[in-house]
T-cell receptor
Framework: DVKVTQSSRYLVKRTGEKVFLECVQD?????MFWYRQDPGLGLRLIYF???????EKGDIPEGYSVSREKKERFSLILESASTNQTSMYLC???????????FGPGTRLLVL | SQKIEQNSEALNIQEGKTATLTCNYT??????LQWYRQDPGRGPVFLLL?????KEKRKERLKVTFDTTLKQSLFHITASQPADSATYLC?????????????FGIGTKLQVIP
């Protein structure tokens, strides 16, 4: 079974703090994705990566950056957290040529 | 740009009945459409995928149809059970520039009443 883990289930940060969200997968998948999910807006793609050290902007990259130094790990960075970044953050992975995405359990981030 | 609409934010149904959820999209037809289940506080879990050249797909009590003329997919759960209560998301894969983007609907929350 594919296992996708996220570093925290719940996180509380203050405005202006730098926040790191980590995602690790154990299935050697090439593709990794970061989404945020908000009521009434659904899942929105922030960034994705098709390979190590490779990153591409999704639909809402502003205020975020990512890092993929190793194949199994994809980090989402909030350089200076703001209250409008309070959300559920979901990491997903899949392997090249397949369609199904495997999601992690999510990190619920509250920015005060 | 592509838009996805799921029929209602919430759907209540009696146990044993068939639940039918709708996913409508605008503009051009996607290459495929997926359905995911999401439980509260958890990540979505893949259920079924149907391609543009397929009319229907089944998996146990689940059935998905895909009508490219109506630009609609229907997701059916037969003999529904309280354990089927969850939010169901549809997702479309479109071609967008150099990569294939997946767009998710906001979901329909299904409540199966015993």
């Amino acid at each position: 079974d594919v296992k996708v883990t996220q570093s925290s289930r719940y996180l509380v940060k203050r405005t202006g703090e730098k926040v790191f969200l980590e995602c690790v997968q154990d299935m050697d998948h090439e593709n990794m994705f970061w989404y945020r999910q908000d009521p009434g807006l659904g899942l929105r793609l922030i960034y994705f990566s098709y390979d190590v050290k490779m990153k591409e902007k999704g639909d809402i990259p502003e205020g975020y950056s990512v890092s993929r130094e190793k194949k199994e790990r994809f980090s989402l960075i909030l350089e200076s957290a703001s209250t409008n970044q309070t959300s559920m953050y979901l990491c997903a992975t899949n392997t090249r040529g397949t369609e199904t995405q495997y999601f992690g359990p999510g990190t619920r981030l509250l920015v005060l | 740009s592509q838009k996805i609409e799921q029929n209602s934010e919430a759907l209540n149904i009696q146990e044993g009945k068939t639940a039918t959820l709708t996913c409508n999209y605008t503009n051009y037809s996607p290459a495929y459409l997926q359905w995911y289940r999401q439980d509260p506080g958890r990540g979505p879990v893949f259920l079924l995928l149907i391609r543009e050249n397929e009319k229907e797909k089944r998996k146990e009590r689940l059935k998905v149809t895909f009508d490219t003329t109506l630009k609609q997919s229907l997701f059916h759960i037969t003999a529904s059970q309280p354990a089927d209560s969850a939010t169901y998301l549809c997702a479309l894969r479109m071609n967008s520039g150099g990569y294939q983007k997946v767009t998710f609907g906001i979901g329909t929350k299904l409540q199966v009443i015993p």
